[in-house]
C-alpha cells in the first residue's frame, strides 16, 4: 500500500522520465529491491534481459527485444534530484539524468551502451551543470569583492608606506 500511494505520488515524474526516454522503456517505476544504485531495469513480457542478451549474441538475424522497465531506488539522492529538477520544470537537465540513469541501468544489466557517444555528451552537460552550480555558489557578492578591493589597497598603500620608511633609514 505504501508503495502503491508513493508510485502515485511520483507519477508526473516517471511520466516525464518515461517521454525523455521514448521507447527504449515501456515503464518507469519505483524499486522495492534496490539498496545502494539509484537505478535497475528489469523485463515485463515473454523475453526477459537475459534472453534478449543471449539471443543477441547468436549468429543470424535480428533479436527480439524485452519490454525494459526502468526501476528507480526511492532513497537515492538521484531520485530526490530528479523530483526537484522535475517540480522546477528543468526538462533539459531531467531528460539527462533520465538518458544518463537508463543508459547505467544497461551496463548493470551486462547490456552494451546504445549510444555511446550520446552517453558520454549527456554525462558531460550533467557535469557542466554542475559546475556551473558550483562556480554560482563560490562566486563572491558585490559587497565582498568592494571590500576585498579596500583590503587590498590598504595593504598597498602599507607596503608603499614602509619602503619610504626603509628608505629613509
Known amino acids: 500500500k505504501q508503495a502503491e500511494e508513493a508510485a502515485e505520488e511520483n507519477k508526473p515524474l516517471f511520466e516525464a522520465i518515461k517521454a525523455a526516454l521514448g521507447d527504449k522503456v515501456t515503464k518507469v517505476t519505483l524499486s522495492t529491491r534496490l539498496k545502494s544504485h539509484p537505478v535497475c531495469l528489469?523485463?515485463?513480457?515473454?523475453?526477459?534481459?537475459?534472453m534478449e542478451r543471449v539471443l543477441k549474441g547468436m549468429p543470424g538475424g535480428e533479436a527480439p527485444k524485452s519490454e525494459k522497465v526502468l526501476e528507480l531506488n526511492p532513497n537515492h539522492p538521484v531520485f530526490e534530484t530528479m523530483k526537484s529538477l522535475q517540480a522546477s520544470g528543468d526538462t533539459e537537465k531531467l531528460n539527462a539524468y533520465a538518458d544518463i540513469l537508463y543508459n547505467q541501468a544497461?551496463?548493470?544489466?551486462?547490456?552494451?551502451?546504445?549510444?555511446?557517444?550520446?552517453y558520454t555528451e549527456a554525462a558531460c552537460k550533467l557535469m557542466k551543470y554542475s559546475l556551473r552550480s558550483c562556480i554560482r555558489r563560490t562566486r563572491p557578492s558585490l559587497n565582498q569583492l568592494k571590500a576585498k578591493a579596500a583590503a587590498y589597497r590598504f595593504f598597498r598603500r602599507a607596503a608603499a608606506f614602509l619602503r619610504l620608511c626603509t628608505f629613509h633609514l
Open 42 to 50: 528489469s523485463s515485463e513480457g515473454p523475453i526477459s534481459i537475459e
Open 106 to 118: 544497461r551496463l548493470i544489466e551486462g547490456l552494451s551502451d546504445e549510444d555511446a557517444v550520446a
